[in-house]
């Protein structure tokens, strides 16, 4: 039995506790936008944040994660797309297949968080996430747009 709080409410859940975040998220609690990509925590589609920390979810085990720990998943972002991350991804059309998407606002969200005017290379140093699309000039467009409006709200 894993207790875990996520997305702001404690969800307890029946798990091997080497099973990994990933897959409690996805399949115990139904959760489906964080996704899986590589399984070894190189690709970031799996990125959650853990307490605020961007982390790749397909490499934690749940029992390393305790329940007073806050859980934070692309659903849990904003209640309604609201955020500036999410708004600056739709008007600067970040995603063409979209698979990467939603580890990568959580690894710009985090950034954002601990840097308010991120420049290129803090972008750089920190979303590390891979696009098979390669939007990564978009998605740099994208961060630097919603640190605008983080910065004015």
Not at 64 to 70: F, G
Request: glycine share 10%.
């Amino acid at each position: 039995m894993a207790r875990l709080t996520i997305n702001g409410q404690v969800r307890t859940v029946e798990v091997d506790p080497d099973t990994p975040l990933l897959w409690v998220i996805r399949e115990q609690v139904g959760l489906t936008g964080t996704k899986f990509g590589c399984g070894i925590a190189q690709c970031g589609a799996c990125t959650v944040h853990v307490d605020g920390v961007a982390t790749r979810s397909c490499v934690l085990p749940v029992g390393a994660v305790e329940e007073s720990q806050k859980i934070v998943t692309i659903e849990g972002l904003s209640p309604d797309s609201s955020h500036p991350l999410q708004k600056a991804w739709l008007a600067l059309d970040v995603p063409q297949c979209g698979y990467c998407q939603s580890g990568m606002i959580m690894a710009a969200a985090a950034l954002l968080e601990q840097t308010p005017s991120p420049t290129d290379a803090d972008i750089s140093a920190e979303i590390t996430n891979i696009c098979r699309c390669g939007t990564y000039n978009r998605v740099r467009a994208a961060i630097k747009q919603a640190a605008g409006e983080t910065q004015a709200g």
